[in-house]
Nanobody, 129 residues
Framework: QYQLVESGGGLVHSGGSLRLSCAAS????????IGWFRQTPGNEREAVSCIASSTGSTYYADSVKGRFTISRDNAKNTVYLQMNSLKPEDTAVYYC??????????????????????WGQGTQVTVSS
């Protein structure tokens, strides 16, 4: 069974940094995409960043561009989200998710929660002001 486990969340002061990890176990065939999403109470889950396995192409939400970096370590089956210059509005539960890579389509098109079927349990990120 394919599973995703997030780690690396915590409490950090505004301007600080955290690195989230998404470790995959099990087997998945074919090109895939991994996404990071976040959710705050009473709000819908929103996309933060995605990466495609075959091309390494990436997508970032406007709110995190220039501050967050998504990367992958294929040997470790792990995707990372480096978060710098954190702001209180980045406070949320962060989830990673996986689904097939839609070859020929930009991540701008399908880096949305509804397009991902396998989800981790989430990790809390809290940024204090």
């Amino acid at each position: 069974q394919y599973q995703l486990v997030e780690s690396g969340g915590g409490l950090v002061h505004s301007g600080g940094s955290l690195r989230l990890s998404c470790a995959a176990s099990g087997f998945t065939s074919g090109p895939y995409a991994i996404g990071w999403f976040r959710q705050t109470p009473g709000n819908e889950r929103e996309a933060v960043s995605c990466i495609a396995s075959s091309t390494g192409s990436t997508y970032y939400a406007d709110s995190v561009k220039g501050r967050f970096t998504i990367s992958r370590d294929n040997a470790k089956n792990t995707v990372y989200l480096q978060m710098n210059s954190l702001k209180p509005e980045d406070t949320a539960v962060y989830y990673c998710a996986e689904d097939e890579e839609y070859l020929g389509y930009s991540l701008d098109y399908y880096c949305v929660p509804s397009q991902f079927r396998v989800w981790g349990q989430g990790t809390q990120v809290t940024v204090s002001s």
